[in-house]
């Protein structure tokens, strides 16, 4: 595939301007599925299921079988919604809609269309330097999930040039809420940015409620990128129409997002700017080159023929159920940041750090469980986003916050130093168990055996028999050499404070 040609971003935002939407799916984690009694995938209990092992007749189509709505699957839906700033519906209607679903056997979703459960909010969204972003919602509705289609043969893994198509009915069913805003106007040189971080804010949003796992890695969340442009206006003259949008689908992380709408609006300028044409089509993002490509030409509300569901009632929240979710509502993302930050003692240095890494959720669970905000910061910032970094993974998926809190008290009760700490994460993201198990199967405790030590610091010692007398001349820096000779034969699992108290009483007998 030829690579399409880009525009310097400056140079695309002084001739074009940006107009942005998102679409944004979320998988809840309910323990059962949208319509069925099926076990949920997107639930914890049930991520390494078997393929096609988590299903009921509804998901697969079967004759005969008829769909009965989740009632904890509304009610999640309900609190997203509140939490978006929208309206609930007093009644809202499940519809069919039809397109070629492989995956789906009875080769329709059912979703909801004109008659959604939640519509008319608005969110707060905080860059990076602290600026406040305002994106209006259009619409939360609910909706089942497909299944996943595995294509073997071929270089892409896509369906092109694959051999055979394997189905796995898993997911089909699954509970989403989808959100839809109405299109973004104003975004302009910090669209990408923009982009980022909603993602992140409704990630925060779903956390906080506890109807997501929200790893976008695994598909609980997914992002699809709408954008156009239009040229600029001259002064005085009214904007021009809204351009041809594409939508690139199913962004699986905020720094993909981010460049996704970049590149979009590279891409999307050089050929406006070359007299060509935008078509209105679905791509799909490469993670490996950093750019999109075609997929099919994008459907209008039309095209998918939507009609009411015949099987199911409206839905109708008794308005006592509503007010109920709304008082048990968490704190908004921006709220939570700003008493965070209090809390915490952190500089606004260190809480952007913090915020800007997108790790806030996974670092406020590690002091949740125990660990101290600086600790949970170093860990989440530092050592774990540098191995995420070199994987290409989410920070978010190499460990659980619990799983770092209980690192950081090994190393706070001395069973650990910072550097065997580093290695027992090493362990610990590689699936070798919790931290203990890690430490007790590569026997990684730091040793506490004061006699084991002074064996060490006498073989030392032998070795430089010159050390002692520095020591008692007042040239202490040259226990440096012992300590580092000690630390050597212990594999590093020596305490090196108490390696030099040791050696400095030995200097003193």
Request: one cysteine or more; hydrophobic letters at 40%.
């Amino acid at each position: 595939m030829a690579k399409a040609a880009l525009m310097d971003f400056d140079e695309a935002l002084e001739l074009f301007e940006p107009v942005l939407g998102f679409e944004v799916h979320v998988e809840l984690n309910t323990k059962t599925k949208m319509f069925s009694a099926a076990p949920n995938p997107a639930h914890s209990d049930n991520h390494d299921a078997t393929p096609n092992s988590l299903v009921a007749p509804v998901d697969m189509g079967l004759p005969g079988s008829l769909p009965v709505v989740n009632a904890e699957a509304v009610r999640y839906s309900i609190s997203l919604g509140l939490a978006l700033g929208c309206s609930i519906a007093p009644s809202s209607r499940f519809a069919r809609k039809n397109y070629f679903y492989p995956d789906l056997g009875k080769n329709y979703q059912i979703s909801q269309y004109d008659e959604p459960i939640a519509f008319e909010g608005s969110i707060e969204v905080e860059l990076e330097d602290g600026t406040l972003v305002t994106v209006p919602i259009e619409r939360a509705h609910m909706e089942e999930d497909a299944g996943k289609l595995t294509h073997v043969g071929g270089s892409t893994g896509r369906i092109q040039g694959a051999e055979y198509s394997l189905v796995d009915y898993n997911r089909a069913g699954v509970p989403l809420v989808e959100i839809v805003t109405k299109p973004i106007y104003g975004a302009e040189h910090r669209a990408p940015e923009i982009a980022k971080a909603y993602v992140q804010t409704i990630r925060d949003i779903v956390l906080g409620l506890g109807i997501s796992e929200a790893r976008m890695e695994r598909g609980n969340l997914r992002c699809d990128a709408n954008v156009s442009l239009r040229p600029r206006a001259a002064a005085g003259e009214p904007a021009a129409p809204l351009g041809t949008r594409t939508e690139t689908k199913n962004v699986n992380s905020m720094r993909s997002v981010e460049r996704a709408v970049r590149y979009e609006i590279q891409r999307q300028a050089a050929i406006l700017a070359a007299g060509g044409t935008i078509i209105q089509e679905t791509r799909h993002w490469h993670e490996d080159t950093g750019r999109t490509s075609p997929g099919r030409p994008k459907s209008d509300a039309d095209d998918y023929r939507y009609f009411p569901e015949p099987d199911l009632l409206p839905v109708v929240p008794a308005p006592e159920l509503i007010e109920q979710l709304r008082a048990a509502l968490p704190e908004a993302p921006a709220e939570l940041r700003r008493r965070l930050k209090t809390e915490w003692g952190f500089t606004d240095l260190e809480f952007q750090d913090v915020a800007n890494s997108g790790l806030l959720s996974e670092v406020a669970a590690t002091v949740a469980a125990g660990a101290t905000p600086a600790a949970a910061r170093k860990w989440w910032t530092g050592e774990i986003a540098r191995v995420a970094n070199v994987e290409g993974r989410e920070a978010g998926a190499l460990v659980t916050p619990s799983d770092v809190a209980a690192l950081q008290g090994l190393v706070d009760a001395g069973t650990l130093t910072d550097k065997l700490a580093r290695q027992v994460l090493e362990g610990v993201i590689a699936g070798e168990g919790t931290p203990q198990q890690v430490i007790d199967a590569r026997g990684l405790a730091v040793v506490s055996d004061d006699g084991a030590l002074i064996a060490a610091i006498d073989d030392a010692l032998a070795a430089q028999p010159d050390v002692l007398e520095k020591i008692r001349d007042g040239k202490v820096q040259a226990a440096g050499a012992v300590i580092g000779a000690v630390m050597k034969a212990m594999r590093g699992q020596a305490d090196a404070a108490r390696v030099r108290e040791l050696v400095l009483e030995r200097a003193t007998q």
